[in-house]
Structure formats: structure tokens, C-alpha cells
């Protein structure tokens, strides 16, 4: 098995390593850096719950080498937060909304709804849907999610244009 | 009284649950995050016949493949491990985490691979060398009864694994006095729970304290399969669950790293892949077919029901046949039925083994007896919604005594269903349904009423088994308040998403009057030794809130008991207030929380003599109304609480690609009193997405080689944010009044109606038609095929 040097930045950070081939990118993410918040699930990109944003983009890191991303810039769940023991508006919604059950999915959920958020700041209950189609969710019937996403883009927009509303949250 | 909720501090207030934080942050503790130096890990090689004679394992290559530490077969577990457990009596079915000498379904593991990475194992996999004899098989559960089937275990002399015929009340009289009989089948597909975590289990041998650390949502039984004494495994209950819903057992994943982690005396994982866990997962859900016939009069009320439920639970049976016992529990659903007969069948074929799933056998039968209500609404041409009133069993009848030994403690199902009619503006639902049927399309409106029974005794297991006279299934909550004056609670069970932290927390700080969230919940390991037992058949909320409420009353009585003898006053002159205590007549004499928290720690000279010093208090909680055992004709009660749902949707099929859509959906909900309704509604909208699963996407098919051809999510179709739609759930509130507050189950809500209302809307869809199906899933291809030959017959 050939073995690869990477580079890449995840989550802001320089990140390299030496990595088999055919090693995936979630499990470069969760057993060499150790970043367990990206989950398994199905292995074969139709669950979703191992997204993570590649370059920006919502990806599926169980389809994805890790020599694949190398030079390249990854996000995953532990990134989303401005700080330790912080958490992101979206991130916060979904705790005010009890967005999440047994939390598997709820990683993957944040990313395909961050992605939504960076270039949707406005978005429909369909917009918002299209977003997570790709992410299953056995717990919550989605509801709460949907709700909890179109709350995030309500508050985002709103602590754009008044910085007093961000106290509280 | 109906709908007169009391007033409570905490209980049923919004409170973002404890748990959600952690997983926000990405910082769930999973089974799979947990990273142990020199972890071992499990490959399987998997039975590609549904029966197989074992005739030859070539392993070799496997073995000689660098980091490869142990090739395991059948035979070797089967010297060192103890069969496991069956519910039913059948000492001849012998069942291993391996197969041993013969392999009874596709998927079923044969071989295990053992080595310092996941990869180096699966190639190992690939080296060995199975020969296999293949044997007649049966995939068809109605084939598996009939004379000359194949054996799926030739040591039993039958597929046939339980038979049971219970009579309660004059079904033969009832049946001949009624004018009206009608007589159906409804066929429930295999589906399942399929977590998006797969079962996973990390297993540590300490040689030294001759201890097994276990990391896995698994209870009892493991022990003894590994010849162990219970107090030398360690199964640690803290590990988040990535769902289960019933399903996550993992008892032969358990046995086997357990196994392999004191062999090997290194930590050994075992992480199921998806298709592990599809095809060999052994945890496929019910599979039935009923049989029914109902009696009934002109005005459509129904006097007498016959139903024979036939369950193929696949090649082994663990506690799976019990999945048809608790449907006796509530076997006339919200009716008030005065005779039933019925004849549960549990039989084996070669398929992969059935376990627990949401509602544990209650869904397919609601399922099973909303169709005969449809189908009388259609025979007299009564509406489908009329119907149902007059057979619902009214609000001043309880608490109802139903014909097979239960009683319905409370409800209010007229107000339910009448609610969630005009939530979904029925009269609008109806023009919109006929002006769309004007337009050329099949639309449908489906109305289901339902039960949900919770908080169950284990009854049916001494009904279908005689040999296991359990009368209890306990639960504990320990609760101790530290010298900083922090409470802490213990549970002794693992969580899948239930919110039992929240749950208890919220109920222990409703009694103590202290805030929920400056309580911390743990969950005790198996050495910590809380008597209790799982989180299923919606009974956290009696079970544990039970516990947690009656340990706190016991630690509120202690604390009484310290200030009236230091405060030299009768309790009845005390006032409790916040945790404070304070002279009712006098509220400027008091001992603070603190201070009675420093008495009970250090202060021994001012405590009542006699008392331990310290805080703390165990709960042990019985189930309400349980303790009896089945009567010869078999009547037990079997579920202490029953919830009541009521499901309207309205649905429009596609005329070429056959595909359901769901256009409106309200659910009418009453669990009593809700501990925290951002947890019941979330466990409802995602029973119901279970539901819509089960009715219209989910199915374990099998080809006529025994062959699973769904074992993908490719083929096995969870339903999407596009599938689900946006659902509207009205709450009801009927206190129960056997529960601490008023609180009934409801962690199956949802999922126990909404198969039957979404085919009840397939249904009035297809009525136009002349078409009518009663088998689940409904998928596309079904219902575009029927389509295809309605319009051939046309021709």
C-alpha cells in the first residue's frame, strides 16, 4: 500500500500526515486527528452524517480519500463554534429547538445547514429541506431541524443589522 | 378531568434538554470515538447462502497476512461461550455470535478476523477459504408451517416456534349474533429501526481484576454467556447511543469481542458496517401476516374480533416472539370490542434474525385492525371518521377493562380525534382532496385512531413462555447531593436520544424545588449495580421519572426529617421552600439548603438519632398496576399507561412513478402530562417519519434464493427531509392517574399510527379505482404496478 504525505488546513489549523491510499477522509478526521465529531454511517455517501465542508462545499468525507484532500481547506463540526465551550448561532438554535435526538446525524446536519447559511441568508422551509435532503435523520422526523435552521437564518440576519439583538443568545 | 393540566415548576415548561450541548459540539462520546491504545479490530466473513452446511474454513493465508492477530471460527466459540438466551423455550435452538456448522441465513457471520487495523482485517477476510454445503432453505413464512419445509433448525422437528390460542369473552356468540362479518388479511413487511449508528461494541479484558470492560448499549445475559459472574463485567452505560429505537441489542457483537478481548488480552472492537448491520445485524423487525375477521352490527359497531397473526422472526429467536405478545395489551386498540380471539404464530425461516422494534409488534397490529375499520366504514357506507366515534371507547368509560385482562388507565379519544380533525380543517382537507380528484389525480384522505401502550411489565413473557414468571421490570434512580450541596443522580440504563437526563433532572428538581439544570445525570456502569433495566416499551417517563421522583421524596423527607429535629419542630410546623426549610409560622427561622446540606455531611451531633449521615436515597420502582401473572386463559395486565394518538393525512400518488406524497399531516396527541414537550414532540414528528418509512419506502426484500436484496441505503430507503413532511402535532392532556405526575409513555408515539393512517390515505386514494391493498411498505413500484394493472384490465 503506497503511503502519501498531506497538508491541509482543518478547521483553521495546519494539519499533515502520511497516510495509506486508500485511507478515507473521515477516517484520516476521526483516527489520526482525532476528531471524532464527523460520524460513520453508512459508508457509501447516501447518509450524509459524515459531511464536512471541503473547500466550502458540504462533502462526504466517507467518499473521499484523504490524499484527495490534500492543499485542501476542510471544516468539520468542532470548527463551527467561535470558541471552546462556545457555540455557533446555528449550533445554539438547534439546542433552543431540541433540533437533535441521540446527536449521530446532528454533525453532518450542521454542516449541510451551515453551507445553506453562507450563501442563502434568507432561506425558504424548501430552500431549507433541499439543503439537508441529503442527510438522514432517524430521531426527529426533521421538523424540529427545519425549524431550527430557518430560526439560525432569522437571528443571523438579524445580528447583522443590530448588533444589540446578539446579546442573550 | 380532561385537559386541566396542573401546575407544575419545572415538568412540562420548555428546557432545552441536558444532552443536546454535547452533541452540538461535536462531542459525543460514541462507541466509536473512544480510542484505546492498542485496539484490535473485528473483520466478519458472512454466510452467502441462506442454509449451509460448514464443510471446510481454510485460513491460512489469512492468518500469515502481517497484523493479523486471530482467526476465529464457530467451533472455537462455540467450546468457550454458552448459547445465548432465547425468550421462548427452545433449549434446542442453539444460537452463537458464530454460526457453528451451519449457517441459517445470508449475512449470518461464520468466521471473525481479528487484527491491528479495521483494513488488515477486512483483507484477511478476503484470504480465507469457507466451502460450503448448501441446504434446502425457506424464505416464506406460510412455506416454513407447511408439510415438508425445510428445517431451518432440523434439532426442533418444526419451524413452527410458538403457537398460542387465547379466547377472551363469547367471540363464537358475538360472531354469530352480529349480522355483519367481514374477513381480510393485512401483511406487514419486514422493516426495521436502522439506527444511522450501526451496533458497536469496545471490550477490555483486565487480566489483573479479572474484569471485562464492556463499552456498548448492551444489558444483562452477556456474562453468562462468557461464563463469567455478573460482577466481572463492567458494562459501561455512558456511552452515547447513536439511536436505537429499540433495535440495538448487540448481545452476539458483545459475546464476541468480549470473547476475543480476554483471548487476546487487548481491547478488541467490533464496529458493524452498514451492510454488517443490515444482513447480519440480526435486527430485522416484525414480519407479519393477519388474518382477520370482525363481527358487527348495522350501525358499525364492532362486537367481536378473530385475528391469527403469523410472525416469521427469521432463522433464531431471541426475545423477537414476544413482539406478539404485547399487542394483547391492547388488542382491541381505542375500541370498545367485547370479544377477541387470538392466535399469535411465531415461525422460523432463513432470514436474518427479527429483534425489538418501536412498539415492539403494536404498530403492525393497530395497523391490522385500522384496516378492518376502514373496510366496515366501506361495507355499510358509513363515513370512515363516523365509524370510529361510535366503536372509540368514550372518555367516561375509563378506566376501561379491555377482554384480554387490561386496563386502558385513561383517555379522551373523541376530543383527540375531534382536534386533530379541525387542526387539519378536515372539511377543507375534503374539497381539497375532490378538487383534486376533479383534476384527474388519486388523492386520499387516511385517518387512523390508536394506542399507545407504555411502561410494560414484561407480561407476555409469561404468557407466551410459562417457564419465565417475571412480574416486574424495575427500574432504579439514586440520587445523592454532594457537601457543595450539588445533586446528582444516577440511572442505570444507557440513552439513545431519549433525553432520560433531562427527563430525570427536570422531575427530581420539580420535587426537590431545585432548578433542572444545575442537576447532573449519570448513567451508572453495571458494577454500580442500580436495579434496572432498558429503555424500552415507552417507559422511561413512568419507569425512571417514577424512580427519580420517589428517590427525591426520599432524600425532601430526610432533609425535613433534619431540620424538625434541629429546629426542635413537628414536620407539620415546617414549610419547604426552594430546599430551604422554614418554620411555617416563623418563615425568619430557617436552615438554608446549604446548612441542612452541612448538618447531614459533618455535623453528626445535629442529626435525629439514628440517622446515616450524608445525603443520598435509592428508588426502586415498581411498575404501576404490575406483579400479577397471566390468568389460565390468559388476561394479565400488560401495559400500566396507554397514550392516544389520532393521525389525519392527506396524500396525493402519482400516476406514473406511483410514489406517495404527503401533502398534510396532523397527529392528535395525548400522553398525559409531558415532562418535557420538546422531547415528546421531537420522539412523535420522528415516529411518525419511522411510520411513514414503514409504509411506504422500508422493506427487507428477499429474492427466491434467500438472497437480501435490500442491504444497502440504495435499496433500504430511510425517508428524507423530502419524504417527511412538515407535521403538525396537537397535544391533549389526560392526566393518568396511576403515574407520580399524571405522565404516561410516549417514546413510540407516532410510528404506532402512522402506517395505518398513511395506507388508510393509499387506500381512499385508490377508492375511486376500485383498487384496494392492505400490504406494507406501499412502495412505488407496488402501487405503480397495481396502477399499471387497473389500467390493463381497462383495455
Redo the contacts between chains.
Keep these: 500500500m503506497s503511503q502519501h504525505e498531506i497538508a491541509l488546513r482543518v478547521n483553521g489549523e495546519r494539519r499533515t500526515g502520511r497516510v495509506?491510499a486508500?485511507l478515507t477522509l473521515v477516517d484520516f478526521l476521526?483516527d489520526e486527528l482525532?476528531?471524532?465529531?464527523?460520524?460513520?454511517?453508512?459508508?457509501?455517501g447516501?447518509?450524509g452524517?459524515c459531511s464536512v465542508l471541503f473547500d466550502g462545499k458540504p462533502a462526504r468525507s466517507c467518499l473521499l480519500f484523504a490524499v484527495q484532500a490534500d492543499g485542501a481547506e476542510i471544516v468539520?463540526?468542532?470548527g463551527?463554534?467561535p470558541g471552546t465551550e462556545e457555540?455557533s448561532v446555528l449550533?445554539?438554535s438547534?439546542?433552543?429547538?431540541?433540533a437533535?435526538?441521540?446527536?449521530?446525524?446532528?454533525?453532518g446536519m450542521?454542516i449541510a445547514a451551515h453551507a445553506l447559511l453562507l450563501e442563502n441568508s434568507a432561506p425558504t422551509?424548501h430552500d431549507?429541506?433541499e439543503a439537508?435532503?441529503?442527510?438522514?435523520?432517524?430521531?426527529?422526523?426533521?421538523?424540529?431541524?427545519?425549524d431550527a435552521i430557518a430560526l439560525a437564518a432569522e437571528r443571523l440576519r438579524g445580528a447583522n443589522l443590530r448588533q444589540e439583538r446578539r446579546d442573550g443568545q | 378531568m380532561a385537559n386541566e393540566v396542573p401546575a407544575f415548576r419545572y415538568i412540562g415548561r420548555k428546557r432545552?434538554?441536558a444532552?443536546?450541548?454535547?452533541?452540538?459540539?461535536?462531542?459525543?462520546r460514541?462507541v466509536?470515538?473512544l480510542?484505546l491504545p492498542g485496539t484490535l479490530h473485528v473483520a466478519l466473513a458472512a454466510s452467502p447462502y441462506p442454509a449451509a452446511r460448514i464443510v471446510r474454513i481454510e485460513a491460512d493465508a489469512a492468518r500469515a497476512l502481517p497484523g493479523v492477530r486471530a482467526v476465529v471460527t464457530g467451533a472455537e466459540i462455540a467450546a468457550a461461550t454458552d448459547p445465548l438466551m432465547s425468550g421462548l423455550d427452545l433449549p434446542k435452538m442453539l444460537r452463537y455470535p458464530l454460526a457453528v456448522g451451519q449457517a441459517r441465513y445470508v449475512g449470518e457471520w461464520v468466521l471473525a478476523v481479528v487484527a491491528e487495523t479495521r483494513?488488515i482485517a477486512e483483507d484477511a477476510v478476503e484470504l480465507v477459504d469457507i466451502e460450503y454445503e448448501p441446504l434446502p432453505y425457506v424464505v416464506d413464512p406460510e412455506a416454513a408451517l407447511g408439510p415438508g419445509a425445510p428445517l431451518v433448525h432440523a434439532e426442533l422437528g418444526t419451524n413452527q416456534l410458538l403457537r398460542r390460542q387465547f379466547v377472551w369473552g363469547p367471540v363464537e356468540a358475538d360472531f354469530a349474533a352480529a349480522p355483519r362479518h367481514i374477513a381480510y388479511r393485512a401483511r406487514w413487511h419486514r422493516s426495521a429501526?436502522?439506527?444511522?449508528?450501526?451496533f458497536g461494541v469496545l471490550a477490555r479484558w483486565e487480566p489483573g481484576a479479572r474484569l471485562l470492560e464492556i463499552w456498548a448499549s448492551i444489558q444483562d445475559q452477556l456474562a453468562r454467556a462468557l461464563r463469567l459472574p455478573g460482577n466481572a463485567v463492567r458494562t459501561h452505560f455512558d456511552v452515547?447511543?447513536?439511536?436505537?429505537?429499540g433495535g440495538k441489542r448487540g448481545l452476539k457483537h458483545a459475546v464476541l469481542a468480549g470473547y476475543l478481548a480476554r483471548r487476546l488480552n487487548a481491547p478488541v472492537r467490533l464496529i458493524e458496517?452498514?451492510l454488517e448491520n443490515l444482513r447480519g445485524g440480526d435486527a430485522h423487525g416484525p414480519d407479519r401476516i393477519f388474518d382477520v375477521s370482525m363481527a358487527f352490527d348495522e350501525t358499525g359497531l364492532v362486537r367481536a374480533m378473530r385475528m391469527r397473526a403469523l410472525d416469521d422472526v427469521g432463522a433464531y429467536a431471541g426475545r423477537a416472539p414476544f413482539q406478539l405478545g404485547k399487542p394483547i395489551g391492547a388488542i382491541v386498540g381505542p375500541y370498545h370490542i367485547n370479544s377477541v380471539a387470538y392466535e399469535p404464530i411465531s415461525v422460523a425461516t432463513n432470514k436474518t434474525p427479527e429483534e425489538a422494534v418501536r412498539g415492539f409488534g403494536q404498530s403492525p397490529t393497530n395497523f391490522a385492525i385500522e384496516t378492518g375499520m376502514d373496510l366496515i366504514a366501506c361495507d355499510l357506507g358509513l363515513d370512515r371518521i363516523e365509524l370510529r366515534r361510535r366503536n372509540l371507547i368514550p372518555r367516561e368509560a375509563f378506566p376501561y377493562l379491555i377482554p384480554s385482562g387490561s386496563t386502558y388507565d385513561s383517555g379522551d379519544y373523541h376530543a383527540v380525534l375531534d382536534k386533530a380533525l379541525a387542526a387539519a380543517d378536515y372539511p377543507g382537507l375534503v374539497r381539497r382532496r375532490d378538487a383534486a380528484r376533479a383534476a384527474g389525480m388519486l388523492a386520499g384522505i387516511g385517518i387512523s385512531c390508536c394506542l399507545e401502550p407504555s411502561g410494560g411489565n414484561s407480561s407476555f413473557e409469561p404468557l407466551l413462555n410459562p417457564k419465565r414468571d417475571a412480574t416486574t421490570w424495575m427500574e432504579g434512580c439514586q440520587i445523592k447531593v454532594d457537601l457543595s450541596g450539588a445533586v446528582i443522580a444516577a440511572m442505570g440504563t444507557s440513552s439513545?436520544?431519549?433525553?432520560h437526563e433531562t427527563l430525570a433532572s427536570t422531575i427530581i428538581g420539580e420535587v426537590l424545588e431545585r432548578d433542572p439544570d444545575t442537576i447532573r445525570v449519570v448513567h451508572a456502569d453495571s458494577l454500580s449495580a442500580l436495579p434496572s433495566n432498558s429503555p424500552v416499551g415507552s417507559r422511561m417517563a413512568i419507569m425512571l421519572g417514577t424512580a427519580a421522583a420517589d428517590a427525591a421524596k426520599k432524600l425532601k423527607a430526610k432533609l425535613l426529617a433534619i431540620a424538625s429535629h434541629d429546629l426542635r419542630l413537628p414536620l407539620d410546623g415546617l414549610a419547604y421552600r426552594g430546599g430551604d426549610i422554614s418554620v411555617a409560622s416563623d418563615p425568619g427561622r430557617h436552615l438554608t439548603w446549604d446548612q441542612l446540606v452541612d448538618i447531614a455531611h459533618s455535623k453528626f451531633h445535629r442529626l435525629p438519632p439514628g440517622t446515616e449521615p450524608g445525603l443520598q436515597a435509592l428508588a426502586v420502582a415498581q411498575v404501576p398496576t404490575g406483579g400479577m401473572l397471566p390468568t389460565a386463559d390468559g388476561r394479565v395486565q400488560m401495559y400500566p399507561c396507554y397514550a392516544f394518538e389520532a393521525h389525519v393525512v392527506y396524500a396525493e400518488l402519482d400516476r406514473v412513478s406511483g410514489q406517495t406524497r404527503l401533502k398534510r399531516y396532523v397527529c392528535g396527541h395525548d400522553c398525559g402530562v409531558m415532562i418535557n414537550p420538546?422531547?415528546v414532540?421531537?420522539?412523535?414528528?420522528?415516529?411518525?417519519?419511522?411510520g411513514i418509512g414503514a409504509a411506504l419506502y422500508e422493506r427487507f426484500a428477499y429474492d427466491g434464493n434467500g438472497q437480501l436484496i435490500s442491504g444497502?441505503?440504495?435499496d433500504y430507503l430511510?425517508p428524507?427531509?423530502?419524504e417527511?413532511p412538515?407535521?403538525t402535532i396537537v397535544d391533549h392532556c389526560t392526566p393518568s392517574p396511576i403515574t407520580s405526575f399524571g405522565q404516561k409513555g410516549s417514546g413510540e408515539a407516532?410510528y404506532l399510527g402512522a402506517p395505518a393512517a398513511i395506507a388508510s390515505a393509499v387506500n381512499d386514494a385508490l377508492s375511486p379505482l376500485g383498487l384496494h391493498i392492505a400490504t406494507l411498505p406501499m412502495t412505488p413500484d407496488v402501487i405503480g404496478e397495481l396502477l399499471a394493472e387497473a389500467e390493463e384490465r381497462k383495455r
Design positions: 495509506p486508500r476521526r482525532r476528531l471524532t465529531g464527523t460520524h460513520v454511517g453508512c459508508e457509501h447516501v447518509c452524517a468539520t463540526v468542532e463551527l463554534a457555540l449550533q445554539d438547534f439546542w433552543e429547538l431540541h437533535l435526538q441521540c446527536g449521530y446525524c446532528t454533525p450542521l422551509e431549507i429541506r439537508i435532503g441529503s442527510n438522514l435523520c432517524r430521531c426527529t422526523g426533521y421538523k424540529q431541524i427545519v | 432545552r434538554p444532552e443536546d450541548r454535547r452533541f452540538l459540539a461535536g462531542s459525543g460514541f466509536a470515538d480510542a483494513a429501526t436502522v439506527p444511522i449508528e450501526t452515547d447511543v447513536g439511536g436505537s429505537y458496517d452498514r439513545s436520544g431519549q433525553g420538546d422531547i414532540h421531537g420522539m412523535t414528528y420522528g415516529g411518525i417519519a419511522h444497502s441505503f440504495m430511510l428524507s427531509a423530502h417527511v412538515d407535521i407516532g
